[in-house]
C-alpha cells in the first residue's frame, strides 16, 4: 500500500520536523502504512466511532485510525516536537483529531469524553505499557469508559497478559486481573524491523474486551492475594497466604482450594473464591471486634 490519505509520507513527516527516535520516551515508529491499516482494523469496526490513542508521535497509527472511519481521535502525547506533525494531520480531518498535550499517566480523560465511550489503540511506549493497562483495568465502577483495548507491547509482555495458570513462568498478577476482567488475546506479531529504529525483541498486538459482568469480586482483596501468593510463588498458599491473614487455612478451605497449591496452578476464577472468602473472614473479625 502507497498511500491510505494526501498527507505526506511518514518518513518525509518525520525529517522535516526533526523527530529523531528518543529511547527515554519508548519511540520506535511504525511507517509501514499496511501494518498501521492491519492495527487499525483488528481494533474492530471504527465508523463513527471515538478512539483515544496513546502516543501518536509522527502520527503513522493516527492516520490509519482516521482514515479507517474514526469518529474522533484523541490523542495524547507527551513529546512536544511532535505537535506540529499532529496539527497537520488534525487539520487535514477537521474536527476529527484533538491532541492532548500531556502525559497519559496523569491525564483525566473524562473532560474529553463526556460521557461517551470509547475504544483504546496504541503503540505503546514499552516503558509505561504496563502501569497504564493495570490503571485502564483497575477502573470503578466497571464495566469502564473503554469498550476494547487494541495495544502493542513486547512479546513477552503480551504472554504475561494472556497466560493460563498452566503457562508457570508467565502467569502472575497481570493475567489473573486482566482475565477476571477481560477476555485476552494475542492477535498478531510485529517483528523488530517493522519499527524505525528497531527494538531489542519482537512485538505483539493484544486485544482485551472487557467482561459485563466478572465474576463478583473486590478488585482489590483480589489484589492482596495475587500479591501475596504470586510474592512467594514457589511457596504452597499455607504459606504464601500468611502475608494476608496469620493462618490462612480457613479461606483456603472455603475457596475449595488445596492448602499445597502454589500460585501459578490457581486459576483465575480460585483466586476469586480466596479474594470472595478473605473478605467474609474479615468482616466477620470486624463483626466479633465490635
Ligand atoms: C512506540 S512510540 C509510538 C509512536 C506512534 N504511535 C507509532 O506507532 O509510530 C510511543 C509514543 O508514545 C509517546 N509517549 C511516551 N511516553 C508518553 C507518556 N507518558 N504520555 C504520552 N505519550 C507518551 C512517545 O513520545 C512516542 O510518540
Known amino acids: 500500500m502507497s498511500q491510505i490519505d494526501d498527507l505526506p509520507p511518514l518518513r518525509e513527516v518525520v525529517e522535516r520536523h526533526g523527530l529523531m527516535a528518543r529511547k527515554a520516551l519508548g519511540q520506535n515508529f511504525l511507517f509501514d502504512l499496511n501494518l498501521t491499516g492491519r492495527i487499525a482494523r483488528a481494533a474492530g469496526p471504527l465508523d463513527g466511532e471515538t478512539v483515544v490513542e496513546i502516543g501518536p508521535g509522527p502520527g503513522g497509527l493516527t492516520r490509519a485510525l482516521l482514515a479507517n472511519g474514526a469518529g474522533r481521535v ?6 512536544r516536537r511532535c505537535l506540529p506533525a499532529l496539527a497537520e494531520i488534525a487539520a487535514h480531518y477537521p474536527g476529527r483529531l484533538e491532541v492532548v498535550d500531556g502525559d497519559a499517566l496523569a491525564t483525566d480523560l473524562a473532560p474529553y469524553l463526556q460521557g461517551r465511550p470509547a475504544r483504546i489503540v496504541a503503540n505503546l511506549p514499552y516503558n509505561i505499557g504496563t502501569p497504564l493497562l493495570v490503571g485502564w483495568l483497575s477502573q470503578e465502577p466497571w464495566p469502564s469508559w473503554w469498550t476494547s483495548l487494541t495495544l502493542m507491547f513486547q512479546r513477552e509482555v ?6 493460563a495458570p498452566e503457562e508457570r ?9 486482566a482475565n477476571w476482567r477481560c477476555r485476552t488475546k494475542i492477535l498478531f506479531d510485529v517483528p523488530r ?5 528497531p527494538p531489542k525483541i519482537t512485538s505483539s498486538v493484544v486485544q482485551l474486551l472487557p467482561r459485563e459482568a466478572p465474576e463478583p469480586c473486590d478488585r482489590r482483596l483480589l489484589e492482596r492475594v495475587t500479591l501475596a501468593a504470586f510474592g512467594q510463588r514457589r511457596k504452597m498458599l499455607r504459606q504464601s497466604l ?3 491473614l496469620p493462618d490462612p487455612a480457613p479461606i483456603i ?3 475449595g482450594l488445596a492448602e499445597t497449591a502454589r500460585a501459578e496452578e490457581v486459576p483465575v476464577s480460585g483466586f476469586v473464591r480466596l479474594a470472595n472468602a478473605l473478605a467474609a473472614e474479615l468482616q466477620a473479625g470486624s463483626s466479633a471486634r465490635s
Open 242 to 244: 500468611k502475608a494476608v
Open 193 to 197: 524491523g517493522a519499527f524505525v529504529p
Open 74 to 79: 484523541i490523542a495524547i502525547e507527551r513529546d
Open 253 to 255: 478451605a472455603a475457596a
Open 169 to 177: 513462568a508467565d502467569y502472575g498478577r497481570l493475567a489473573v486481573l
Open 158 to 163: 503480551a504472554e504475561r497478559i494472556v497466560a
